[in-house]
Every structure is written in C-alpha cells, then in structure tokens.
C-alpha cells in the first residue's frame, strides 16, 4: 500500500500581509456651562454644574458604536474646604470649676491648616487662653492647650440635626465628615483636657469625586464596584492629587503648607487607559444626559458649598472617545 509522505515545510516561507488599522473614533465633548442656553439664562440660573442636565431635541450621536471612554478632564475646584458641611464644631470648656458649652462656626472658605488653626484659635473667647497650632514637631496635626487650670473638649455635631434654641441645625447624614474630623479628632478629643492634639490629617474634606452619568453607562454589562456602602456606574473618578502646584513637598510646620484641596485649583486628567464604556451599536446617543458629581462619601458635590448662587461657580469639561470597536 503506498503511502504519501507529506512534505518538508518550506523555511522560506512568508506569512501573507494583513494590514491593521485602529477603530476609528469620535469626539463626544461635554461642558457643563451647556446646561445653559445662552449667557442672559446663566446670569440668572441656580442650577448646579454639579447636578446638570443636557437636553436637546435630536440624538447627540449615531453610528456602529460600541464603545465610550473619557480621555480628560479640565475639572476647576472651587469647593472650600470650610463649607457648610465642615464650618462648625462643639465644644465644652471649664474655667475655675464652671463648665460651658458651646459651638464654634467658622467663616466659610479655603484654609491652609496654618490659618484654620489660627482662625479656629481666635474664635475662642480670651479667659479660656485657648492656642492651637498645626505642624508642631513638624508632625501633619492640631496641637491645642488652654490657660493653667482650664480645660477643654470637643464634640462632633449631631447628625441630621434641626435647630434647637441657640444650637445650630447639621441637616447632614453620619457619612459627612465634618470639622472635628478635618482636625484630625477621635474619642480622646472628646475628654476634658488642659492640652491635646489630633491626628494626621491635610484638612482635606473631600478627595475625590466620581463622574456619573446614567445614560452613558446604563448598558455595560459589567457594573462599577466600590468599597463604599453606595456605588455608582461612573464614568470616571478624579483625584485631588492631580492638583498642579498644591502637592507641598515642605514640612507641615512651614506657613505654605498647603495641600490639595485647600486652595482653589484646576484638577486635569488625561487618561492614558480609559475606562471603556461598552455600548449597544444600533443604539444612538441620546440628546437627553444627567450629569451628576459625587463626593467620596457618596453626596452630590454641591452640597459642600456656601448657600450663594450655585450658577456661578466654575464649569468643568469632559471629552470623551466614541469608538466603532
């Protein structure tokens, strides 16, 4: 029976040429000052550009698209580290033997720890000798003491709290940090002391926020997780310490210290791996997108602002890369 042999391969071959190109892509440019329509609707809006919605007749994109991913963010930030969330504290101190109770409010705005520990010392009235300092030992914490004799506590705000006679109204959640927590405090804050300090902390009440958008992320298969109590689909998540020129290489107890967060700044982020944002291809885009920015304890970000006209604060931009594939 014959048997064909098969034959030697040839060494010389080559493998046929397949040209490779990348997807191609488009543009999808968000700005939050859309949320208007012209500049005689901004003067005169209230409404958040952090809690928006862009709203037109017509799709805003069509095509085989199968994919979305944010590549920057030109994010300005303009929230105060001292805000309604953060301004106000308890305390109780004794002078010879009497107890008195109390609430500090400070002014609303930015603060280095510098001037929050000169600011919250000034607020205290003149027989308690009251003096806190920040960077002592050239340590990131509050250092507090009061006269010979005194002593001194502080307390956390109550939660979800009305006004009551002279106590001031916390109509926030237990997932709010506040200002006995952007000092750095704990339970032993909390006891009667003639001297005391808190723990590290850089006064930064928020460390990031996260982007969201319902309508872009609602149909990828895989969902968002995160170690907090509430996730989100999100589009993206930007960090504070993309902050130029805030990120202090100084020590704690130098007067510039300033970390990020507590000076107003522009955040920017250039993704070099983007999120991908999986999409139905014969699905448009709608012309009807919420955007919403969350702070990292969950709440809408326009919370942590002075009670002024929220229309006038700095809009943020977003571009975004649809792809075919």
């Known amino acids: 029976m014959f048997y064909p042999v098969a034959p030697l391969p040839d060494t010389n071959s080559r493998q046929v040429a397949q040209t490779i190109r990348m997807p191609s892509t488009a543009l999808l440019t968000i700005d939050s000052e859309d949320r208007h329509t012209n500049y005689e609707d901004a003067r005169f809006s209230n409404v958040s550009p952090y809690n ?5 007749t017509e799709s805003l994109m069509s095509g085989f698209i199968t994919r979305i991913g944010v590549s920057e963010v030109v994010f300005p930030w303009a929230v105060p580290n001292i805000n309604p969330k953060t ?12 107890p008195t109770n109390g609430t500090l409010t400070l002014a609303q705005g930015f603060y280095n720890p510098g001037q929050l520990a000169t600011a919250i010392q000034q607020g205290f009235p003149g027989p308690l000798g009251f003096t806190m300092t920040y960077g002592t030992g050239n340590k990131p914490a509050f250092f507090y003491s009061v006269g010979d004799g005194n002593t001194i506590a502080f307390q956390p705000m109550v939660y979800n709290s009305p006004a009551f006679g ?5 109509p926030y959640p237990d997932t709010t940090k506040q200002l006995f927590d952007l000092l750095g405090f704990a339970d032993g804050n909390t006891e009667q002391v003639e001297a005391g300090s808190g723990g590290y902390t850089l006064c930064q009440p928020i460390r990031y926020v996260d982007f969201v958008c319902n309508q872009l992320t609602n149909s990828q298969a895989q969902k968002d997780q995160t170690s907090q109590t509430v996730a989100r689909d999100m589009l993206c998540r930007l960090y504070l310490a993309t902050a130029p020129g805030q990120t202090s290489t100084i020590g704690p107890n130098v007067t510039g210290f300033c970390p990020p967060g507590c000076a107003p700044t522009i955040l920017y982020a250039n993704f070099n791996t983007p999120k991908q944002i ?28 002075p009670a002024v006209n929220l229309g006038r604060y700095l809009d943020w931009s977003m571009t975004m890369l ?4």
């Open 166 to 170: 002279g106590t001031p109204a916390y």
């Open 52 to 56: 928006f919605t862009i709203s037109k």
């Open 87 to 98: 301004c106000t504290i308890n305390y109780t101190y004794t002078i010879d033997g009497t």
């Open 322 to 325: 649809v792809s075919e594939s």
């Open 278 to 305: 999986q999409w139905i291809p014969n699905q448009n885009i709608p012309g009807f997108l919420q955007f919403q920015v969350y702070d990292d304890t969950g709440q809408l970000l326009d919370g942590s602002f």
